[in-house]
């Protein structure tokens, strides 16, 4: 039998799918079944090109020999070990690694699974760390609208994508936001960092009056907006941000679960910008995808506020079952080889000004009303059909998987993350799927 054949389920009712239209998904179930550098193979034996990394974390491109050992070497010879009081060598050589990898007085690592429980775990570090100082009358976190942060009651708190947030009662008290950068009166079709908008990080400062200083912990951003659809930072803001935040007392948390491992040609947004915050959360790209697991790093003033009291006790009430995972580390452990042996996380600036060109030559199709891009990360933002929010972003993402394209929609915004592996061809099979679709779409 057949790969195919023999991995199609008989019964699609019982999973719940994550972020997915279930009902219409189950009338016409789209399965991937099989996976190899840039392309995934499905249940009907095509091939479809991953425009998204996955979920804009596989980096290294698919099922990369390297990383498959890894895997397979550490189930067999150290399964688990247990994370509290107990470790073993990799996830200590994987904390070093990070340290090594990240901008210089970001020196600590706390693991975890995905990205939101990395945010739960920054949001955690900043409030605690204020009150090992003394300081516990700062318990405000400052998000920003359009903001994800994962799903998790302290990421839906501080971000500011509605829908996520609507359903689910009064969510974290304390918390504030600022105003998102998306200004396409004035940005739109604009090829990298957008001139208009670093005065919008001036409205910290008037949150900052409002509340007073004394009373925030921390502000978190994601420096490139992804999941809200692709929102580049204007020139100067993050800087901005880092200014108001230095000023004030206040910890700047930077969420780097989609910038991180090289998306804008750098390992990290951070390096990009040139700003370095005080907490960095990252996953996704972290292992490639391939295993769950998160990093949040923290810089040692931060670390050093909790080493204090009597040596035998537990210096942060925090962590997970599975923080540090040998398997993961093995994985985390091998993809960093993997982008390192492969240049992958500096690839994006090699490939970014073709990539922008190549996204930027759609501006003329039916309904494309704004075009961003920066690193190996775009968007091309749809004018919404009348009374039909998202229904057209979401025919042309239909559209793309039947003509061999993996893209990834949100709102009328289509999204793109393409592997960092990507050779030219593949932007220009990308960018042809994309000419035809929009072409026809209605
Ligand atoms: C910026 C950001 N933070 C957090 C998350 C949540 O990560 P996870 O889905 O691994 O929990 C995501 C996921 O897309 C993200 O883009």
């Known amino acids: 039998m057949s790969l195919a054949a023999n991995a199609v389920p008989n019964d699609l009712e019982a999973f719940w799918m994550p972020f997915t239209a279930n009902r219409q998904f189950k009338k016409a179930p789209r399965m991937?079944?099989?996976?190899?550098?840039?392309?995934?193979?499905?249940?009907?034996g095509r091939q479809v090109l991953d425009g998204t990394a996955g979920l804009w974390c596989v980096n290294a491109g698919h099922c990369r020999p390297r990383i498959t050992e890894a895997i397979q070497h550490q189930a067999a010879e150290l399964d688990y070990a247990p994370a509290f009081q107990m470790g073993h060598p990799k996830a200590f050589e994987l904390a070093n690694r990070l340290v090594d990898l990240t901008p210089k007085g970001l020196d600590h690592v706390l693991f975890t699974n995905s990205g939101s429980e990395s945010v739960e775990?920054?949001?955690?570090?900043?409030?605690?760390?204020?009150?090992?100082?003394?300081?516990?009358?700062?318990?405000?976190?400052?998000?920003?609208?359009?903001?994800?942060?994962?799903v998790n009651f302290g990421g839906i708190s501080v971000?500011?994508?509605?829908?996520?947030?609507?359903?689910?009662?009064?969510l974290l008290t304390g918390v504030d936001h600022?105003?998102?950068?998306?200004?396409?009166?004035?940005?739109?079709?604009?090829?990298?960092?957008?001139?208009?908008?670093?005065?919008?990080?001036?409205?910290?400062?008037?949150i900052v009056t409002l509340h007073d200083p004394s009373t925030?912990?921390?502000?978190?951003?994601?420096?490139?907006?992804?999941?809200t659809g692709v929102l580049i930072p204007p020139k100067g803001y993050l800087q901005k941000l880092r200014d108001i935040t230095l000023k004030h007392g206040i910890l700047l948390i930077f969420d780097e679960v989609i910038t991180g491992f090289g998306r804008l040609g750098t390992p990290f947004a951070a390096d990009y910008f040139g700003v370095t915050p005080d907490i960095m959360v990252t996953a996704k790209g972290l292992t490639n995808g391939v295993i769950p697991m998160g990093a949040v790093m923290v810089s040692s003033e931060i670390h050093d506020a909790f080493m204090n009291g009597p040596e035998?006790?537990?210096?942060?009430?925090?962590?997970?079952?599975?923080?540090?995972?040998?398997?993961?580390?093995?994985?985390?452990?091998?993809?960093?080889?993997?982008?390192?042996?492969?240049?992958?996380?500096?690839?994006?600036?090699?490939l970014a000004g073709y990539w922008g060109?190549?996204?930027?030559?759609?501006?003329?199709?039916?309904?494309?009303?704004?075009?961003?891009?920066?690193?190996?990360?775009?968007?091309?933002?749809?004018?919404?059909?009348?009374?039909?929010?998202?229904?057209?972003?979401?025919?042309?993402?239909?559209?793309?998987?039947?003509?061999?394209?993996?893209?990834?929609?949100?709102?009328?915004?289509?999204?793109?993350?393409?592997?960092?592996?990507?050779?030219?061809?593949?932007i220009d099979e990308i960018v042809d799927t994309l000419s035809r679709i929009l072409a026809s779409l209605e």
């Open 178 to 206: 600022m105003p998102h950068t998306h200004d396409p009166g004035r940005n739109a079709f604009t090829m990298g960092e957008p001139e208009h908008g670093a005065d919008l990080a001036d409205a910290l400062e008037r």
């Open 357 to 426: 060109e190549a996204l930027h030559s759609l501006r003329d199709k039916p309904h494309v009303i704004d075009i961003r891009n920066l690193g190996l990360v775009g968007a091309i933002e749809l004018e919404p059909k009348a009374g039909q929010p998202t229904q057209r972003a979401f025919s042309a993402f239909l559209a793309a998987y039947e003509a061999g394209l993996l893209i990834r929609t949100t709102g009328d915004i289509i999204a793109l993350s393409p592997p960092l592996i990507l050779e030219r061809q593949h």
């Open 121 to 150: 775990t920054a949001l955690k570090v900043a409030l605690a760390y204020h009150r090992a100082k003394g300081d516990g009358s700062r318990f405000r976190l400052i998000g920003r609208e359009r903001g994800y942060h994962g």
């Open 159 to 170: 971000g500011g994508i509605v829908a996520n947030r609507k359903m689910f009662g009064t």
């Open 32 to 44: 991937f079944v099989g996976a190899r550098d840039m392309h995934y193979t499905t249940s009907d």
């Open 216 to 227: 925030i912990a921390a502000v978190i951003v994601e420096p490139v907006a992804g999941s």
């Open 312 to 350: 035998h006790l537990i210096e942060f009430f925090h962590g997970y079952t599975y923080s540090g995972n040998p398997i993961a580390s093995a994985a985390a452990l091998a993809t960093l080889e993997t982008y390192k042996e492969e240049g992958l996380l500096t690839r994006g600036t090699e």
